[in-house]
T-cell receptor, first 114, second 116 residues
Framework: AQSVTQLGSHVSVSEGALVLLRCNYSSSVPPYLFWYVQYPNQGLQLLLKYTSAATLVKGINGFEAEFKKSETSFHLTKPSAHMSDAAEYFCAVSPIQGAQKLVFGQGTRLTINP | EAQVTQNPRYLITVTGKKLTVTCSQNMNHEYMSWYRQDPGLGLRQIYYSMNVEVTDKGDVPEGYKVSRKEKRNFPLILESPSPNQTSLYFC???????????????FGAGSRLTVL
């Protein structure tokens, strides 16, 4: 069975600092991987996805993530945090075929300090 | 605008009083799903549907029912709600019948349910 672990339920960074949100997955074969963002009182929006093309994936709002098969990781980064990045972030995994659901990590709440 | 619409957005109810959370999508998506979100647990799938009249259990189906009589609608029914069903619920849809994991889920805005 596939699973996702997000390290750190809360991450706090200063405005302008690097954002790094960690995600490790467990899967017998390389899966598809996603990052979603949830702003307060809103649903989840797709930030980016990895579907076995380029290992470095660029998403919206300046975020990117790198798929590292050897480390079974898909960490999310942004070079310079903005106040508007404050939200909860979810990493999710899906098999390539037969995907009846996304398996989500526990979520990481990102706080931006002025 | 392409969207998934859930109602109600907020609901406080009492134990045992049947309720329905509606979900409607305007994108002609075959696949629809319900998730619940709880602190520290992320999102967990309750039920999903690959097409009209085709539904199946997810990871946490106990205490819930669903139906898919029309392609656009996928209501979540709590026949006898209990306090452990207090949660934030999300409906989602995507193109295709779930066979390709690359298809992206579109989420509704969420329904916050409190059962007293």
């Amino acid at each position: 069975a596939q699973s996702v672990t997000q390290l750190g339920s809360h991450v706090s960074v200063s405005e302008g600092a690097l954002v790094l949100l960690r995600c490790n997955y467990s899967s017998s074969v390389p899966p598809y991987l996603f990052w979603y963002v949830q702003y307060p009182n809103q649903g989840l929006q797709l930030l980016l996805k990895y579907t076995s093309a380029a290992t470095l994936v660029k998403g919206i709002n300046g975020f990117e993530a790198e798929f590292k098969k050897s480390e079974t990781s898909f960490h999310l980064t942004k070079p310079s945090a903005h106040m508007s990045d404050a939200a909860e972030y979810f990493c999710a995994v899906s098999p390539i075929q037969g995907a009846q659901k996304l398996v989500f990590g526990q979520g990481t709440r990102l706080t931006i300090n002025p | 605008e392409a969207q998934v619409t859930q109602n109600p957005r907020y609901l406080i109810t009492v134990t045992g009083k049947k309720l329905t959370v509606t979900c409607s999508q305007n994108m002609n998506h075959e696949y629809m799903s319900w998730y619940r979100q709880d602190p520290g647990l992320g999102l967990r799938q309750i039920y999903y549907s690959m097409n009209v009249e085709v539904t199946d259990k997810g990871d946490v189906p106990e205490g819930y029912k669903v139906s898919r009589k029309e392609k656009r609608n996928f209501p979540l029914i709590l026949e006898s709600p209990s306090p452990n069903q207090t949660s934030l619920y999300f409906c989602a849809s995507r193109q295709g019948r779930g066979l390709s994991g690359a298809n992206v889920l579109t989420f509704g805005a969420g329904s916050r349910l409190t059962v007293l």
